[in-house]
T-cell receptor, first 109, second 113 residues
Framework: KNEVEQSPQNLTAQEGEFITINCSYS?????LHWLQQHPGGGIVSLFM???GKKKHGRLIATINIQEKHSSLHITASHPRDSAVYIC???????????FGKGTKLSVKP | IAGITQAPTSQILAAGRRMTLRCTQD?????MYWYRQDLGLGLRLIHY???????GKGEVPDGYSVSRANTDDFPLTLASAVPSQTSVYFC????????????FGSGTRLTVV
């Protein structure tokens, strides 16, 4: 079993829909990261959170430390949101991130 | 602009050749990492360095070496490239002080033929 599990693996939505991507982890963490990667592109850090909720524009990230679960929400989705979203836990013994396999999001106009 | 610079952006390399991927950061982060990204496997740690002068092995270190002569630079060397090292390589750094922000380079796409 992977230490960081994401669901769904693939997600297709219509423009304007509310989107939720889930992440569960089994390791102890100091922080949970949400990353975005566009096709052929680099990796951008969206959020780093260790408790509660953070919001940036149409993106919202929440974490429940007791349940070891985090969610990334996108409100009023847009085709430019199409990307792979990766959940990663700061919990590696070398200070490294432990990554989920990613969720490929496609938003159709 | 603060961040991480990786070079080259992409490279096609003959098997058996030696190759160094360069990574430079200007944020004075203590920790630096090399990851490889492969379809279906996600991102995996190759080597890491928690501070200048120290390095360690990650999950998939075989065939790779690193050095950390100073805070800014963390090159990754493939001594004798093999086709299984075809991948996208990302360098990253993190701040050892709260809030432990993570920054990624733009990646190097390497094809070994």
């Amino acid at each position: 079993k992977n230490e960081v599990e994401q669901s769904p693996q693939n997600l297709t939505a219509q423009e304007g829909e509310f989107i939720t991507i889930n992440c569960s982890y089994s390791v102890g963490i100091s922080a949970l990261h949400w990353l975005q990667q566009h096709p052929g592109g680099g990796i951008v850090s969206l959020f780093m959170l260790s408790s509660g909720k953070k919001k940036h524009g149409r993106l919202i990230a929440t974490i429940n430390i007791q349940e070891k679960h985090s969610s990334l929400h996108i409100t009023a989705s847009h085709p430019r949101d199409s990307a792979v979203y990766i959940c990663a836990a700061s919990g590696g013994s070398q200070g490294n991130l432990i990554f989920g396999k990613g969720t490929k999001l496609s938003v159709k106009p | 602009i603060a961040g991480i610079t990786q070079a080259p952006t992409s490279q096609i390399l003959a098997a058996g050749r030696r190759m160094t991927l360069r990574c430079t950061q200007d944020m004075r982060h203590n920790a630096m990492y090399w990851y490889r990204q492969d379809l279906g496997l996600g991102l995996r740690l190759i080597h890491y360095s928690n501070t200048a002068g120290t390095t360690g092995k990650g999950e998939v270190p075989d065939g790779y070496s690193v050095s950390r002569a100073n805070t800014d630079d963390f090159p990754l060397t493939l001594a004798s490239a093999v086709p299984s090292q075809t991948s996208v390589y990302f360098c990253a750094s993190s701040d050892s002080r709260f809030p432990y922000g993570y920054t990624f380079g733009s990646g190097t796409r390497l094809t070994v033929v």
